[in-house]
């Protein structure tokens, strides 16, 4: 993981328990129901979204990937061997007399 990432992390961390604490908390504590919802309800469940989404793009941009090594050509030759098809009267069940 590189450093940027890992600060990122650190990063995302703290501006979520802020969000999930006393002054931010106090401000969505209300009798209005969006959806039906409680507003804190709503709050509390759209941040915890928002942090996991957040996290999973800093994993996935934070991986260092190595190239492939280059696979050898394919050669062209073919994998089932072709046998050879009898290409006389034999087996077609016309006669030659006619």
């Known amino acids: 993981m590189r ?38 309800y709503l709050y509390l469940y759209l941040i915890w979204l928002v942090m996991i989404v957040l996290l999973v793009v800093i994993v996935e941009r934070s991986e260092i990937r190595t190239p492939d090594s280059p696979t050898p050509p394919v050669e062209n030759t073919p994998s089932v061997p072709m046998v050879a098809a009898d290409r006389g009267n034999a087996g077609n069940g016309r006669s030659s007399d006619s």
């Open 3 to 40: 450093q940027q990432s890992k600060e990122s992390i650190i990063i995302l961390f703290v501006v979520s328990a802020l969000l999930l604490n006393y002054p931010f908390l106090d401000l969505f504590d209300r009798a209005w129901l969006p959806f039906g919802i409680p507003l804190l």
